[in-house]
């Protein structure tokens, strides 16, 4: 039987791989385990009671359309409310340019498909999300991976890029504390970006789930906006987000905002996959919003999370040995670890795992290889007394780890 499938599999199913997080979680579910693997919100900042309310409400007002199918493109009160939204971020765009999708990763999934050959080159950060490199692995492109560094995408490799005729695709980037380091794109080169794109006829996919958890400073003017600010028009961007972080990611409401050639695209390939986002989820998440929950709920989620960031960097100040490094993120769920040389991350997570603590090994996040030494950890999910106890257990195994190596 095993000879049977395996002979029908299309090529590029070969190239696909299990997510390293999901797999992990799976590994998590004993509460006796510190998890710092997945990219969990904390299930306590949920609105619950609001999301209670608003579902009695879809079934109340209007049942029958709450639980029939709905516009591929939608709910168009939902998607009015998203261009009111975006609108306040500098995203001036009309509803029909806006899809509602199940989460962003359907945006992601979707961009793969519309854009992607066999062979074609498409431009990652090195790292980036594991979500999107899984996505797309099985249509098989040439991954062009570029640099990150504390401002992010080294945008001046770009250029030499471009400069020398390599024409991607698209271009992916989690442009607001990034999907797996942390890191945030500077203005600068937020700017530098946008005019590269219109010199070389660049896309560029916006990945922005994160964007409205920043601690410090004032939120990060997205891609997008400054695509509208320079052409008067969305026109080599296109934007993701979605309601998980700032609701709760089971609801799998996401949107993207894009040019109509794209938009208009979109929409008959979501045809064909699921003909349309959850009707029901769909009026949730816009009953729960409309009175203005989110400018009163985000808030309080900032709150929590910059205080579980604050207890991990001190405690990875304190119980690290020497030689290793992570990044201080400004905002979103994570940190980034790296390792001496020479220390694998995959092989001592076996070692955490047998003192009940998990993250996920950095090497998942790189399309093309690397990255062995280095490890992303979530401080979202975990409370404070977890984080210290967790990290106090990653220190011992990484200490262990260095000494035998000397």
């Known amino acids: ?42 299930p306590e900042s949920f609105p619950v009671e609001e999301l209670a309310a608003a579902a009695e409400q879809a079934l109340i007002d209007n049942p029958s359309a709450a639980l029939q199918y709905g516009l ?8 009015e409310f998203l261009v009111t939204r975006m609108a306040m971020l500098g995203i001036r765009v009309p509803a029909e340019q806006v899809m509602v999708t199940h989460g962003s990763q359907q945006g ?18 090195d790292p ?77 996919l916006e990945d922005d789930p994160y964007g409205e958890l920043y601690y410090e400073g004032e939120r990060a003017r997205p891609l997008a906006a400054l695509d509208v600010e320079m052409h008067g028009e969305l026109r080599h961007v296109i934007y993701l987000s ?11 409401v996401g949107w993207m905002a894009a040019p109509p050639a794209y938009i208009a695209r979109a929409a008959i390939l979501k ?8 009707s029901f989820a769909q009026r ?18 900032r709150e929590v999370y910059r ?14 040995p020497a030689g290793v490094r992570w990044t201080k993120p400004a905002g979103g769920m994570f940190c980034w670890l790296t390792l001496p040389d020479g220390i694998n991350a995959t092989e001592l997570l076996k070692r955490c795992l047998d003192q009940k603590v998990a993250y996920v090994p950095g090497a998942a996040f790189y399309a093309d290889g690397g990255g062995e030494h280095t490890a992303r950890l979530n401080f979202s999910f975990s409370a404070p007394d977890r984080i210290r106890a967790g990290i106090a257990r990653l220190g011992e195994v990484f200490r262990d780890a260095l000494s035998e190596k000397r």
């Open 1 to 42: 039987m095993s000879d049977l499938w395996s002979e029908r599999f299309a090529a590029g199913v070969q190239q696909m791989r299990s997510s390293a997080v999901r797999d992990l979680l799976k590994l998590t579910e004993q509460p006796d385990v510190i998890s710092f693997g997945g990219g969990l919100p904390a």
């Open 128 to 204: 980036s999300y594991l979500g999107a490199l899984g996505a797309w692995r099985s249509l098989q492109p040439a991954w062009v991976t570029l640099n990150l560094d504390d401002d992010g995408l080294d945008v001046e490799q770009l250029e030499r890029m471009l400069a020398s005729g390599v024409r991607p695709r698209f271009l992916y980037v989690v442009s607001c504390f990034q999907n797996p380091t942390g890191v945030t794109l500077s203005l600068g080169r937020r700017v530098r970006l946008l005019e590269l794109a219109a010199r070389y006829g660049l896309v560029i």
């Open 72 to 79: 591929t493109e939608g709910y168009r009160p939902l998607r």
């Open 284 to 301: 949730v998440a816009y009953l729960t919003c409309k009175d203005g929950l989110l400018d009163r709920h985000i808030p309080v989620i």
């Open 307 to 320: 205080a579980r960031r604050d207890v991990m960097l001190a405690a990875l100040a304190a119980e690290m």
């Open 242 to 252: 979605t309601f998980s972080k700032q609701l709760a990611p089971g609801l799998r």
């Open 271 to 278: 045809q064909g996959l699921d003909l349309h986002s959850n």
């Open 108 to 125: 992601l999934d979707m961009a793969g498909r519309l854009l992607i050959d066999p062979g074609a080159p498409v431009a990652v950060e």
